[in-house]
Nanobody, 122 residues
């Protein structure tokens, strides 16, 4: 079965940076679009960034444009989310997910990791 395992979460000060990683296994990684999502307590999960499997096209939520960068290393079956200039926020769980399409912004993601928590606080 598909496995996605996130890592890299933790506590960071406002304005700081953090890089999340998502390791994938047991599926045709090269054919899947990959996305990062986040969910704060009591709120709906929202899309943060996504990347196609074909040409490397990326898509970002307006709230993170210019600060977050998604990338993938197909040789390592790993996708990254570099987060810079982090704003103070309630602790959120960040999830990576895979979509069985070459490209999908934030829809039709059907494989999910367990999440990693990010807290931005002083």
């Amino acid at each position: 079965q598909v496995q996605l395992v996130e890592s890299g979460g933790g506590l960071v000060q406002p304005g700081g940076s953090l890089r999340l990683s998502c390791a994938a296994s047991r599926f045709a990684w090269d054919y899947y679009a990959i996305g990062w999502f986040r969910q704060a307590p009591g709120k709906e999960r929202e899309g943060v960034a996504s990347m196609s499997s074909s040409d490397g096209s990326t898509y970002y939520a307006d709230s993170v444009k210019g600060r977050f960068t998604i990338s993938r290393d197909n040789t390592k079956n790993t996708v990254y989310l570099q987060m810079n200039s982090l704003n103070p926020e309630v602790p959120s769980v960040y999830y990576c997910a895979a979509s069985p399409h070459y490209y999908s912004e934030f829809d039709e993601y059907d494989h999910w990791g367990q999440g990693t928590q990010v807290t931005v606080s002083s």
